[in-house]
């Protein structure tokens, strides 16, 4: 392995390691941060009950607060399923972009080839040169 193929390894270690600290420490932080927004939700449900059970019954404010709490979970469910089918949505559509182009490619190639054999024969081999060429050039430095 040659000195530059070192470097690009220790690079990309380098590179792996900080991005994978700092996952962990953005991880540990989004924990606490989550603990806190819990206790505040908690707080707030709390604060919500007793201020509905001095105008309610307790009982009332109770289920109050738990339709309120279902209908909020069931518009999060609805967001997320939306969010979901746009997301299959555009892959679909890039998948069909993709096998168009493909589709296109083989269709242009087939044609060349049925029309100009000479010509198509020709670039088969200039581009199996083309590749041959930078493959032995990345070769060379690997000595």
Known sequence: MGPLATMLSALVVTDV???VS???????????ASLFFLTAYIFALVAGAI??????TPVQAMIILAVVSLVI?????????????????????KRRRSQAQTTFAIATALTLFRRQPLLAA??????????????????????
Request: aromatic share 8%; hydrophobic share 45%; glycine share 14%.
């Open 17 to 19: 390691g900080v991005t």
């Open 22 to 32: 700092r996952y962990k420490r953005n991880g540990a932080l989004w924990l606490v």
């Open 51 to 56: 201020y509905l059970s001095a105008v309610y």
């Open 73 to 93: 979970g069931v518009v999060v469910i609805g967001i997320m399923y939306a969010l979901n089918a746009r997301d299959q949505r555009i892959a679909a559509e």
């Open 122 to 143: 020709g670039l088969a081999v200039g581009v199996g040169t083309v590749l041959g060429l930078m493959r032995k050039s990345g070769d060379s430095n690997r000595s």
